[in-house]
């Protein structure tokens, strides 16, 4: 069974923490283009209510000007080189120039919030497969080609109806708005776009809320892993020096945090009584002889030693005993029965001190 599914190369499991992070120095992330284009419909609706409030009377100026005196700007590029011309359409960029910058700072943003901004060379390397027809029919016949199909289908059919609308609708009331005079026809067609961006930004904001999180989806699903795929990626990390020694660390540092946290319940701590100390722990209904929960030298023995202190657990000196267990005996094992005498004469001598210390209380 397990061979056939080696076989088969089902992608059984979740894409691994190294996977997704080779994907990402790929440039392979997760990205809504629905998502962006709603970034950019949310900077031109920002531009509109904060830069058209400051700039309102001056555009509207500008664009009337274009509309209403359009005879007198033909005549201006055909007689005078389009000097006024020039300097209108000027003040209308200029206008304009913080509106370009807020879109391009809301998409920004966007991919931003998207994690989708990865710097890789991958992308714009050649690519045999980039010219492979069969790949190319792949991409557009396959489950993202359909779903690409389907998106810019619904975007076509909407915006043919609001286009279909708004040319009987704005037709008819256009003409009736040029009795208002120039600065009544510049309101009426700044409103008129305003409204046709809010109806687009409506269906955005829907085509955004049910792509980003496909498209999370369909990138977990196209980076899942074969069984073959996590044994060649074990098989690579170990032969990996870099991890190998990470890993080194990691489990040196776990076992130093336990050997530390042992020490807080030991009943004695042996010392050379600089260089070694071995943490010993002995239940005299439960335990045949004494047990090695911590043992360390030189800096590792201090911190035994410190950790003791802190913790009032009795410190025991006996170099030639405390080396030989250093040597002979491992962590959560029992003591070797030439040690028994020796630490015997430690564990007495504590119970002593507890007496006493007890007597000194009472």
């Known amino acids: 069974m397990a061979e056939q599914e080696e076989q088969s190369g089902e ?8 996977r997704l992070r080779q994907a990402r120095e790929d440039g392979d992330v997760p990205m809504s283009k629905e998502a962006n284009t709603l970034g950019l419909l949310i900077g031109i609706g ?4 904060v830069f058209v409030s400051f700039t309102s009377g001056k555009l509207t100026s500008d664009f009337s000007s274009l509309f209403y ?14 000097v006024q011309t020039r300097r209108t359409l000027a003040d209308i960029m200029f206008s304009l120039l913080p509106m370009f910058l807020v879109l391009a700072s809301c998409v920004i943003l966007v991919l931003i919030l998207q994690r989708g901004i990865a710097f890789s060379t991958k992308k714009i390397q050649p690519d045999v497969k980039k010219l492979s027809p069969i790949e190319n029919i792949k991409k ?74 496909l498209q999370h989806y369909l990138h977990g699903q196209r980076l899942r892993m074969t069984r073959e795929d996590l044994k060649k990626e074990m098989k690579q990390n170990e032969g ?87 040597r002979v005996v491992e962590i959560d094992e029992e003591i070797k029965r030439e040690h028994f005498a020796a630490v015997a004469a430690a564990i007495q001598y504590v119970e002593r001190v507890r007496q006493h210390l007890g007597a000194r209380n009472d």
């Open 240 to 326: 990996d020096p870099q991890l190998k020694q990470q890993r080194r660390e990691r489990g040196t540092q776990i076992t130093r945090s336990d050997m530390l946290k042992n020490v807080e319940s030991a009943t004695v701590v042996m010392v050379n009584p600089e260089h070694y100390a071995v943490a010993l722990k002995w239940d005299p209904e439960s335990d045949d002889a004494p047990i090695c929960v911590a043992k360390g030298v030189d800096h590792l023995a201090a911190k035994i030693r410190e950790v003791a202190q802190a913790n009032g657990v009795p410190i025991y000196r006996d170099p030639p005993t405390t080396r030989s267990m250093y």
């Open 69 to 82: 005196y359009a005879e007198e700007y033909a005549t201006d590029i055909f007689t005078d080189h389009g």
């Open 46 to 49: 920002i531009s509109a209510i």
């Open 140 to 213: 557009k016949y396959g489950a993202k080609g359909l779903l690409d199909f389907l998106k810019d289908a619904a975007k076509m059919i909407f915006a043919g109806l609001i286009a279909a609308y708004f040319l009987l609708y704005f037709a008819t009331e256009y003409y009736g708005a040029s009795a208002l005079g120039r600065e009544g026809l510049g309101e009426f067609t700044l409103n008129q776009i305003l409204k046709l961006i809010f109806y687009f930004f409506v269906f955005q904001v829907v085509l955004a809320l049910l792509d980003l999180p």
């Open 11 to 18: 992608k059984e499991f979740e894409a691994s923490e190294e």
